[in-house]
C-alpha cells in the first residue's frame, strides 16, 4: 500500500514555500563547501605577476564553448554566473549542479626560445534551481584571479670586470569567490533583474632574487605578499523582446561597483653580504592597497526558434582608477599608472538541430566563439599583454534509464597573450563541464 505520508514527506512542493527554499538552499551550500580550496584555476604564466594576476573569464561549461559570450543568454538548464538575471528563467522542475575542470598546455616563446608548461585545474563548482514562480536562486564558487610562474632570467653589471647576476621570479597563489545570487522576473514583460552577492578572499605571494655570479658579493631578496578578505556586488538586468514566434532578441547588462578590498600589501627586502654573512632587513607596508574595478558589461542576443542563438557582449573594467602597490626608485608604495582600463569584446553562439529529436547527433549542442581583451597592467611603462582567443565546444546530452536531462560540456580554446618585445604565449585548453540536471520539483499524483 502507498503511504501518502511518505510522498509528502518526499515530495518539497508539499510544504510551505520558506521550508522548501531552505531545505533545497542548504544542501547544495554544504556541498560546495569543501570544494572552496579547491576551485582555483592555475597558470604557469610570467604575465602573472602584474596586477593581481591573470582574470578569470567567470565563465561556466556552457559558456566557455561560445569564449565566455553571456550577457544575453538565459538558459533554463544551465548556470549564467555573468548575468544574474538569468536566474529566473531557471526550469520550474530541476536543480541543477555543474562543475568544471580544465587541462592546460601553454607555449612560451622568447627571442626563439620556447618552453612547454602544463596544468590540470578543478575551475568551479555552480548550483541554481527556482524558488518561486519567478524567482531562481544560485550559489558557487569561482576563481576571481590566479597567480603562477618560475623563471630567471641573467644579466651583466654595468662597469669594466662587473660579474653577471641572475635574478629569479616566483609566484603562486589568486583570489577565489563564493557567491550566492538571485534573480527576479519582475511584472514588466520581458524585465528580469538579478543580483549576486559574493565573499572574495585569497592571498598572493612573489619573490625576487637578486645573487650574483661570485659568491663573495651581495643577494637581495624581495618578498612581496598580498592578502584580500572582502566582498563582490554584482547586478544584472536582461530584457526580451520577442520579434515574431520564431525570432526573439534578449538584451542584458551587468554591473560590478568598484570599491577597496580593505587587504594590505607587504614588502621585505632583504641584503646579505655574502662575504661576512650580515643580513639588513627592510620592510614596507600598504594598508587598503587592492581594489575591485568598476565594471561595466552589456550585451545582446538573437535567437532563431530554440535552434540558433548567437550574441555579442562588450565589458569595461576601470582599473586606471586608482594606484596599485609597485616599487618605485627603491620604495614599495601606491604608485599611479601602473594600471589600465580593460576593454573585452567576445562574439559567440550555439546551435542545435533539435532538441526534441529521438536521434542523438540531433540534440547535440555545437558552439563557437572569438574574442578580443586589452591589456590592463603596464610593464616597465608600456603595454602590458593583450589576449586574442577562440574556442569551439560541444553540448553532450547524458542518456540514462533515470535522467535524460544532465548534460556533458566539452570545449577547446585557444588563448594568445603577448606584449611587444616580450614573451608570447599561446595556450590550448580543454576545457570539462558536467551538469547534472535533477527532477526535485515534481508533484506526485496518485490514481
Not at 576551485?39 to 569564449?67: E, I, R
Not at 555573468?82 to 612560451?108: E, I, K, Q, R, W
Not at 592578502?227 to 526580451?240: A, C, F, K, T, W
Request: net charge positive; charged share 15%; aromatic share 12%.
Amino acid at each position: 500500500m502507498v503511504n501518502l505520508q511518505q510522498i509528502l514527506i518526499s515530495c518539497p512542493v508539499a510544504k510551505d514555500n520558506l521550508t522548501i527554499f531552505m531545505k533545497n538552499l542548504l544542501f547544495p551550500l554544504l556541498l560546495l563547501a569543501p570544494l572552496a580550496t579547491m576551485a582555483q584555476s592555475g597558470t604557469n604564466s610570467p604575465y602573472s605577476q602584474f596586477g593581481v594576476g591573470t582574470l578569470n573569464d567567470q565563465a561556466t561549461g556552457f559558456n566557455k564553448g561560445m569564449n565566455g559570450l553571456a550577457q544575453g543568454f538565459r538558459e533554463g538548464n544551465q548556470v549564467n554566473y555573468a548575468n544574474p538575471a538569468s536566474y529566473s528563467n531557471m526550469d520550474s522542475l530541476t536543480f541543477v549542479f555543474d562543475v568544471g575542470a580544465s587541462l592546460h598546455v601553454t607555449n612560451l616563446n622568447e627571442g626563439g626560445t620556447k618552453r612547454n608548461v602544463n596544468n590540470s585545474n578543478f575551475d568551479y563548482a555552480v548550483m541554481s534551481f527556482r524558488a518561486m514562480k519567478g524567482l531562481g536562486v544560485s550559489a558557487g564558487i569561482l576563481p576571481y584571479s590566479n597567480v603562477g610562474y618560475n623563471y630567471h632570467t641573467r644579466g651583466e653589471s654595468v662597469g669594466p670586470n662587473a660579474p653577471s647576476f641572475v635574478t629569479t621570479y616566483n609566484g603562486n597563489g589568486g583570489i577565489r569567490q563564493f557567491y550566492v545570487g538571485a534573480g527576479w522576473q519582475t511584472p514588466l514583460k520581458g524585465l528580469s533583474v538579478g543580483a549576486n552577492i559574493s565573499y572574495i578572499w585569497g592571498t598572493i605571494s612573489r619573490s625576487v632574487t637578486e645573487s650574483f655570479a661570485e659568491s663573495s658579493n651581495s643577494t637581495t631578496n624581495r618578498y612581496y605578499n598580498s592578502s584580500v578578505r572582502s566582498y563582490r556586488l554584482d547586478i544584472g538586468l536582461q530584457y526580451e523582446l520577442a520579434i515574431d514566434k520564431k525570432n526573439a532578441l534578449t538584451f542584458g547588462a551587468s554591473f560590478t561597483p568598484g570599491h577597496n578590498f580593505g587587504g594590505s600589501a607587504e614588502m621585505d627586502q632583504i641584503h646579505t653580504d655574502n662575504s661576512t654573512g650580515v643580513a639588513d632587513t627592510t620592510r614596507f607596508h600598504i594598508d587598503k592597497a587592492l581594489f575591485i574595478p568598476n565594471q561595466i558589461s552589456a550585451g545582446v542576443a538573437y535567437a532563431y526558434g530554440k535552434k540558433l542563438k548567437v550574441g555579442a557582449d562588450y565589458s569595461l573594467q576601470q582599473w586606471s582608477k586608482k594606484p596599485f602597490p609597485d616599487l618605485v626608485h627603491g620604495d614599495y608604495v601606491l604608485a599611479d599608472n601602473i594600471l589600465k582600463d580593460r576593454h573585452k569584446i567576445t562574439l559567440g553562439g550555439e546551435f542545435v538541430n533539435n532538441i526534441t529529436s529521438r536521434k542523438y547527433l540531433d540534440r547535440v549542442r555545437i558552439r563557437a566563439g572569438v574574442g578580443y581583451a586589452s591589456p590592463y597592467t603596464t610593464i616597465n611603462g608600456h603595454d602590458g599583454p593583450k589576449e586574442i582567443s577562440a574556442s569551439i565546444g560541444f553540448g553532450l546530452p547524458i542518456t540514462n534509464a533515470w535522467n535524460n536531462r544532465s548534460m556533458l560540456n566539452i570545449s577547446a580554446q585557444w588563448c594568445n597573450t603577448s606584449a611587444d618585445g616580450l614573451i608570447k604565449e599561446n595556450t590550448f585548453r580543454i576545457n570539462l563541464g558536467i551538469t547534472f540536471n535533477e527532477r526535485w520539483f515534481m508533484k506526485w499524483k496518485l490514481e
